[in-house]
């Protein structure tokens, strides 16, 4: 499965660029023509268990990348929304990440004079929304206009089309994102290639300056008040502070975060929290050549879930044998497992749940 593709994008000044670079540890430059761009590791304490079990020659943790969306000229205006090269970048994510400013730096004034998380956030909220208006406006002003000259089977599928974008048009002036709106299969599957900027996963996160880290937790919880609907979730950091961490050694990294009273790094969580954002889970595989953490979508059988270690599995699927990581850690080890009754054969129909170590049987 390719890596998960994450846009981080914000106001100018908003310290995005900061915290691309603490959460891929790399300096934020362009690739190419295209925006910088980097893929990490999502951490695992169950894969650094599981590869202390088996001390495999090899680790391999779950991927997502990240992306640093930025533009030239402006990025927004009020009579277009965002800008076309700004909007590209955002349609190519899997998930939006929006990095809003808490701290205060003199020597980095803010664009509107003052520092107000809380009104950026809902500054580029609207944006988006602005956005995908725009586009639901063009797309009924052409259906008008084409409608009266198609055939009749096209145009009963149009006029499907113009009724439910009429209704996501509706919702959105109404302040409810397309991703909170309503829409059976055929719906989605009308609306799919319009890869709206409001029906993709969103995590918020508050830009905080160091002085603010003990006032984390309380700006996270004021956050989660003003984020509404499915999938969106809020987090916090320090910017400035976790890209230093991210650039130190083990124990002084350490010793660096216990003197600030971090526990654990932010860049950590808010790597789990968007990959956990996107619905997916990871089931392992573990051996003495390789313990490694597979991405598959929630919900996935256990055949179409083999196809993300080799496609050959998938076609030559016969069972899985899957046992719980807890219930092996707890084990010891896939023998003492088995005999424990803890390892258990499963069929085409089983769903793949989140921390499921497997071993796949299948024909050549």
């Known amino acids: 499965m390719t890596p998960v593709h994450i846009a981080i994008f914000g106001q100018p000044l908003s310290g995005k660029s900061t915290v691309y670079e603490a959460l891929t540890g790399v300096t934020s430059e362009p690739v190419g023509s295209g925006p910088p761009l980097s893929s990490v590791k999502v951490p695992d304490p169950r894969l650094d268990r599981l590869a202390a079990m088996f001390n495999p020659k090899r680790k391999v943790p779950a991927d997502v990348s990240f992306a640093d969306v930025r533009v030239a000229g402006a990025a927004f205006t009020k009579t277009e929304g965002l800008s076309a090269s700004y909007v590209d970048q955002l349609n190519k994510a899997d998930a939006l990440l929006l990095v809003v400013r808490a701290f205060t730096d003199e020597s980095v004034p803010h664009l509107e004079g003052t520092i107000d998380p809380w009104r950026d956030l809902a500054t580029m909220l609207d944006e988006l929304s602005f956005t995908d208006q725009l586009l639901l406006t063009k797309r009924l002003a052409r259906i008008d206009e084409m409608i009266g000259k198609v055939k009749p089977a096209e145009r009963e599928t149009m006029e499907r089309e113009r009724a439910l974008l009429r209704r996501l048009l509706d919702g959105l002036e109404a ?19 319009y890869r709206f900027l409001t029906a993709k996963p969103l995590l918020a996160v508050v830009n905080l300056g160091e002085d603010q880290i003990g006032r984390a937790l309380a700006l996270e919880a004021e956050l989660a008040g003003r984020l509404s609907g499915g999938g969106v979730l809020g987090a916090s950091i320090a910017g400035k502070i976790e890209r230093e961490l991210v650039q130190l050694a083990g124990e002084d990294a350490v010793e660096f975060r216990e003197s600030l009273g971090l526990v654990e790094p932010a860049r950590d969580r808010i790597i789990r929290d968007a990959y956990r954002l996107l619905g997916f889970i990871s089931f392992f595989t573990v051996g003495p050549d390789e313990c490694r953490a597979w ?44 005999k424990r009754g803890l390892l258990r054969s499963e069929g085409k129909q089983y769903v793949v749940q989140d921390g499921d170590v497997i071993e796949y049987l299948f024909n050549v």
Do not use: C, M, W
């Not at 302040?175 to 290639?193: M, N, P, S, Y």
């Not at 030559?316 to 850690?329: M, P």
């Open 175 to 193: 302040g409810v994102a397309i991703r909170d709106q309503a829409q059976d299969e055929e719906e989605r599957k009308l609306t799919r290639h």
């Open 295 to 338: 991405t598959i979508p929630a919900g996935t059988p256990a055949p179409r879930a083999a196809g993300a270690v080799h496609s050959d599995i998938e076609r030559g699927f016969i069972r899985a044998e899957v046992v719980r990581y807890e219930d092996l850690v707890n084990a010891g080890s896939l023998a003492e497992a088995r």
